[in-house]
């Protein structure tokens, strides 16, 4: 290639990528032909491989898988799911009905395993930089709650009272995992830290660490880039989606709105 | 319950699910406890799980999770990767940019999974009313184009000539499977018995099996409607999907266009 | 241009169009430079100017922003209303809650009017080739019935009955431009005979006129080709989607479900 | 209604709005019956009410509709359109290629004019705080950058250089609106003082106000809240994306990608 590239190279060099290689008859990704990786990689370990761009031993897709397991739904109430079965009744194929709940998977709602995410590195951040635990633990707190709000993500749930069963199952998983030696523990202790010192803050209170929560201490643990927390949770919630749209299609059902058509919304004007 | 339902029945029977199953401190997918299914069964398995009703063997995950492995990606030249990268650009989130790319996956580019799995049950159909395979595969192809056109949904690409080489290793653990008795391999022998008779139609030029005929042919065994083709492919391209938004996330940008800035669209007006 | 083209021309040639026509400090719409249409043409006339490729007159502005100004909005039981409001709360921007609603808008809830304006379109062809209107409107409504199925697009509400009160005053303007020489007011002759063979096949129980029925009579009497009717929808209700996912917004709420969080879906499993 | 509400009541309530007042045979937006509605009020006027809550007078109108005439589209170098007509040869309806694109317009994208909004509102405040424009505009960027960054939302054009053709346009409507009493003119002179300040920055080098610079001077001279700024965006440039939409599928393709197929992405793995 000279110093200025044809038209060609221009169009290609648009659209560059580390992630596949194709020619005719050849699909590689990351290096990997693809017809050596189906059959002998699983589901999750592809996940791992197209994002991080190489394969995790055994222990590591574990844990990874355990946390896709446990995010895959929380029923119709949640707004996303609700949205996808109600899309399933309006004459779109399957595919835009989960499109549909995906895109509701945002910062509030998706988007927390993220900023938990950020939360878990931030205090690891500052135990690198000297503090101790019990130290780094509320100035992390304080540091995220400064750009993001009052509200911690991954703490609290307004259903699963004091404890939302997701979350002690898989810090279990965790520690046998920090156990065996695939990951160090250190978030697990950050999470469990985070979830007493909240406590602490409500005046003893106990707060549930919730599926975004325990998610982050999973994902932080195999070292995933907080963003991909939000990423790798829609993949996971994308299966219950997947399920509800179906269940929905086959009740069948025509526009179906948010609640019985008996009901009216409130008029609120004057 | 009454005859007449209460307001508060007539609420929650307008949300009724088998899927999950829900009570604060408890969640319970298909009658399984969430806090058994993590840690003891796989990704794949739990998608089984979610859309069919219970788990499936240890084979039959395989099979899946094969075909899950098999589609999660084709490169920035299809439209879904491409929309995702661009999506990625525009300041919107990471769970937006995926929905924007799944959106996209319809009847032509994503769907194409679930109009072959109609025409493998459709020739499987006419072979349990009596035809025998070299009779069935011909009717049902005429069957299937009078709904659907010409063009043979899983069959073909424009890329990979002669062969797709995703195609020829999924059909090969197809074989294996039936040998052990795992599945019938009735539908790979449909599969292939349609390509043949496509090359056939066309003068003896071979034709290539693609993701789609042969993702069909695993989720036909696997017993999967074939909406369920659509929905599962969905899953597996998310993946794809993630990676590419992430990169180009990585890669940076702002608005980035279908080509570089260089390029304008060819004014047709007068 | 020689017959073989660069590869610029090959870039440029992939992206043609006869809508814009532009250059560093040149925008022209359909031929128009954008600041001569600027302040001189409604929103509507630039609606239609954009799909259309050149400018109506005024009477037939007026009916297209009468069709425009009545589909706006139909209140939260429309599905489409209640995911933008949903959408809203869960952290994502206000053009990804109104994406969510435009996505919904498919076959069954915003493609109505598309599948009317084939009706119509169907009817007005049967004259063309000689049918008289008592003759041509069984006919259609057979003919489009056994592509679409029994439930008549563009007729019966289950909520407005006897009289949706957007059709009558869409159909008096109709008529209106029809004697004002705007428009011909075939298709609002059609229309109401196919709302009044409906009510005859259903033992002359009446049947209202919906607002996809009265819209498409207009789209057809303006001459927008079918799926432009399903379109032309899309834009109206964005109108209030952007009015409910606003008025959410300011409401408050985080995840907002379908329903108050003290009513859980049914669960029917064993 | 007592204290504590009914089932009934807590449903309904969950949904409440001042936009819609629905019974069988009746709706009215914001206090007026939709029959009186349509034919009487223009599109651009049924936004407004829509969106604020009553009708504008016929001045106010016309400016609304100058700025969404003149977003309506930019070509497909835009992602937004890009990926709209590459959705239309996907196998989606028309409806769902429009949510791709508007699902596009983010925060980099369609929500610059939100963001300039804001930055206009700041020197506003800052003025009403005693700040002479001078003073205002310097420290009101300054407080925005803030927030947002350095690069200025409103203000630059990778293409139009050095004019946006449409900032002028809109510029001298605002003006005219000015003297005939309509607005104040007041965020036609923190625009211009914004784009003078900037360019001083640069150095003396000129920067164009553009499309989401000028549109935003207009909703805030006609008192909308910034983020309606995006969603009035979102509406226009609808309108480009039906045209390009449409215009596509008239074209044809199946699965159009971003470039033709001969270009692959370069791939840069190892």
Chains 1, 2, 3, 4 share one sequence.
């Not at 069963?165 to 030696?181: C, I, S, T």
Request: net charge negative.
């Amino acid at each position: 290639m000279s110093d200025i590239p044809t038209d060609a190279e221009a169009v290609s060099g648009w659209w560059r990528t580390s992630i596949i290689d194709m020619a005719p008859g050849k699909i590689a990704f990351r290096g990997r032909p693809v017809e050596e990786l189906i059959g002998n990689v699983s589901f999750a370990q592809m996940i791992w491989l197209m994002t991080r761009g190489e394969l995790p031993d055994a222990g590591q897709a574990a844990l990874l898988e355990a946390a896709l397991v446990a995010g895959v739904d929380h029923g119709p109430q949640a707004p996303s799911i609700a949205a996808a079965r109600m899309a399933a009744t309006c004459g779109v194929g399957l595919n835009n009905a989960m499109a549909t709940a995906v895109n509701m998977l945002g910062d509030v709602h998706g988007g927390a395993g993220e900023q938990c995410a950020e939360l878990y590195y931030g205090i690891a951040a500052l135990m690198d930089a000297g503090a101790d635990l019990p130290q780094a633990v509320p100035s992390g707190l304080d540091n995220w709650r400064s750009r993001h709000g009052k509200i911690v993500s991954g703490f609290g749930h307004r259903f699963h009272k004091p404890v939302d069963p997701r979350a002690p199952r898989l810090m279990a998983l965790v520690r046998e995992a920090a156990e065996a030696g695939v990951v160090s523990g250190r978030f697990a202790e950050i999470g469990e830290t985070v979830q007493a010192e909240l406590a602490r803050q409500r005046g003893g209170r106990p707060i549930a660490m919730n599926i975004d929560g325990a998610t982050a201490v999973i994902f932080c643990e195999l070292g995933f880039e907080a963003p991909l927390s939000r990423g790798l949770f829609c993949l996971s919630r994308s299966v219950g989606v997947l399920a509800h749209a179906w269940e929905q299609t086959q009740q069948g059902g025509r526009n179906k709105g948010p609640m019985p058509p008996k009901f009216l919304p409130r008029y609120e004007g004057e």
